[in-house]
């Protein structure tokens, strides 16, 4: 099992920033993928932007030059920075983490990330 836990989810106002982390513990394994994905209300939960241990990294279109993600493997830890965000930023913002060896999947909880026009 792998535990996730995130922080930096809120409310901020279109055109601001905001910075999403995730720590994973437990079984933790290379190489692996840990990444961002969100959902919208009414909305299927989609890609935002991962990135593997050896630091390739893939974004959905509608975040590229705005979102950046990063890792600090020694900490397990992936953020993601988010700025001039806009309010279909909106959603619940998920973080995941991946083993493809192992075929293994975690995801956390959530954070609420809310941009206000």
């Known amino acids: 099992q792998v535990q996730l836990v995130e922080s930096g989810g809120g409310l901020v106002q279109a055109g601001g920033s905001l910075t999403l982390s995730c720590a994973a513990s437990?079984?933790?394994?290379?190489?692996?993928?840990m990444g961002w994905h969100r959902q919208a209300p009414g909305k299927q939960r989609e890609l935002v932007a991962r990135?593997?241990?050896?630091?390739?990294?893939n974004y959905a279109d509608s975040v590229k030059g705005r979102f950046t993600i990063s890792r600090d493997n020694a900490k397990n830890t992936v953020y993601l920075q988010m700025n001039s965000l806009k309010p279909e930023d909106t959603a619940v913002y998920y973080c995941?983490?991946?083993?493809?060896?192992?075929?293994?999947?975690?995801w956390g909880l959530g954070t609420q990330v809310t941009v206000s026009s």
């Open positions: 995941r983490y991946e083993t493809p060896n192992t075929g293994r999947g975690y």
């Open positions: 990135m593997t241990n050896g630091g390739s990294t």
């Open positions: 437990g079984n933790i394994f290379r190489p692996d993928i």
